[in-house]
C-alpha cells in the first residue's frame, strides 16, 4: 500500500531523507552552517525514479529551511535545477550568491 511519501530532517545525518512505506527512497545531503544550508548532492533510489520523488524530496527540504529562516545555497546541481524552475524559492538564496549559481 502506497503512502505518502514524508520528507523528513536527518541532522544527525547531515540530510533531508524521502520515505516512501517506511522506505528511504531519497536524501539530499547537506552542510550546516550558521543561518545556512550548503545542498551538496541529492540521490532516489533506483528502485523509485521517475515518480517525482527528487522535486517532493527538494521541495521539502526548502519549505523546511523557509520555516526556520535559513538561507539555502544550492551547491547541488539537481537543488539548483529546482530552484531556477519554481522562483518561489528563489528568496531563500542569498542575493550575493545568485549570479555565481546562474539562478
Keep these: 500500500t502506497d503512502t505518502e511519501p514524508q ?3 536527518v541532522p544527525e545525518q547531515s540530510r533531508f531523507e524521502i ?3 517506511g522506505r528511504t527512497a531519497g536524501f539530499a545531503a547537506y552542510r550546516s552552517k550558521p543561518g545556512l ?3 551538496t548532492h541529492t540521490e532516489v533510489d533506483d528502485a523509485f525514479e ?3 520523488l527528487g522535486s517532493a524530496l ?12 535559513t ?12 530552484i531556477a524552475r519554481h522562483d518561489e ?3 531563500l538564496v542569498p542575493v550575493e550568491l545568485r549570479e555565481r549559481l546562474g539562478l
Design 7 to 9: 520528507v523528513l530532517d
Design 19 to 21: 520515505r516512501v512505506d
Design 37 to 39: 544550508l550548503v545542498f
Design 50 to 52: 521517475g515518480r517525482g
Design 58 to 69: 527538494v521541495r521539502g527540504a526548502l519549505d523546511a529551511a523557509r520555516d526556520h529562516n
Design 71 to 82: 538561507a539555502v545555497r544550492p551547491d547541488c546541481p539537481f537543488v539548483r535545477a529546482y
Design 89 to 91: 524559492y528563489l528568496d
